[in-house]
């Protein structure tokens, strides 16, 4: 019977040292996380400018021909929605 129990013994102090070492990165990677988001500076998105005037103009135009010379003029656009 005893190497049954000191091959439970090697298996518990296994999987508490793993246990431990997993509970240490997850504090670890939580205190790298809150410290670089306290003290970095977040970075500047920049916004697109909307387009308006002739380049949608031109986009619808050039939308509805393509729909016209695939469907060889049986198609018409209702509706565009961008997704």
Do not use: C, H, W
């Not at 102090?13 to 997993?22: E, K, N, P, Q, S």
């Not at 990165?25 to 308006?52: F, M, W």
């Not at 509805?64 to 010379?69: L, R």
């Amino acid at each position: 019977m005893q190497p049954l129990n000191e091959a439970i013994l090697i298996m518990a102090v296994g999987m508490i040292t793993v246990f431990f070492i997993l509970f240490l990165i997850v504090l670890i990677g939580d205190l790298i996380i809150r410290l670089s988001n306290k003290y970095l500076p977040e970075e500047a998105v920049a916004v697109k400018a909307k387009k308006t005037g002739t380049s949608s103009d031109n986009t619808m135009k050039a939308i509805e021909a393509a729909i016209d010379v695939i469907t060889n003029g049986r198609g018409k656009v209702t509706n565009i929605k961008k997704i």
